[in-house]
């Protein structure tokens, strides 16, 4: 399958800080991609679309302000966790979505584990 | 809304097969049904996909019926290693006709020995 790769994997911050999330799709092109969050054992939670070349659709409830998305190349998106407080701690997980003429697949990154301090 | 309901846990044993049904009443018509697998702390994996009848590849199969409500996965004689938690993935199709993948609660497999 397709290979979606985040960066950092795991990220400690104090809180107050800015945190900036990298997710590539390394071989093929997406036009658009996802972030989630993820609490532990529990399922991902859609936060925002990301959209390259447009502004990201953020889900009910998601801050746009606290969570800016940048969707400035067919291959990368970036999340970055604005003034970061404990509360902002989860697994952030990435996709990037592959259309075919027969397939619609999202691929997924290895996530990064958010700590703020 | 489109939403997967799948059965929260499942336990087998090795080499068994095992089969995880989700039930996804509101498909849409171009909505593809897709698996995935997902380890503690890890990002989803990618396990199969299909839009109607039988798919199978190298790890897994995957059914599903003509009025395409539900599928079901199938893995082939478990091993420990397949102990994960399972989600089957439907989009939606927002107010403004944009596509919003959404997860259900997915399905904890635990292989016994």
């Known amino acids: 399958g397709a290979v979606v790769s985040q960066h950092p994997s795991r990220v400690i911050c104090k809180s107050g800080t800015s945190v900036k999330i990298e997710c590539r799709s390394l071989?093929?092109?997406?036009?658009?991609m996802f972030w989630y969050r993820q609490f532990p054992k529990k399922s991902l939670m859609l936060m925002a679309t990301?959209?390259?070349?447009?502004?990201?659709?953020?889900e009910q409830g998601v801050e746009k302000d606290k969570f800016l998305i940048n969707h400035a190349s067919l291959t990368l998106s970036t999340l970055t966790v604005t003034s970061a407080h404990p509360e902002d701690s989860s697994f952030y997980i990435c996709?990037?979505?592959?259309?075919?003429?027969?397939?619609?697949?999202?691929?997924f990154g290895p996530g990064t584990r958010l700590t703020v301090l | 809304l489109a939403k997967t309901t799948q059965p929260i846990s499942m336990d087998s044993y090795e080499g068994q097969e095992v089969n995880i049904t989700c039930s996804h009443n509101?498909?849409?018509?171009?909505?593809?049904i897709t698996w995935y697998q997902q380890f503690p702390s890890q990002g989803p994996r990618f396990i199969i996909q299909?839009?109607?009848t039988k798919v199978t590849n190298e790890v897994a199969s995957l059914f599903i019926p003509a009025d395409r409500k539900s599928s079901t996965l199938s893995l082939p004689r478990v091993s420990l290693s397949d102990t994960a938690v399972y989600y089957c993935l439907v989009g939606d199709l927002s107010s403004g006709g944009s596509y919003i993948p959404t997860f259900g609660r997915g399905t904890s497999l635990i292989v016994h020995p």
């Open positions: 990301s959209n390259e070349g447009s502004k990201a659709t953020y």
């Open positions: 071989d093929f092109q997406a036009t658009t």
């Open positions: 996709s990037a979505r592959d259309r075919g003429l027969a397939t619609d697949t999202q691929y």
């Open positions: 299909g839009y109607k």
């Open positions: 509101n498909i849409a018509t171009n909505d593809y």
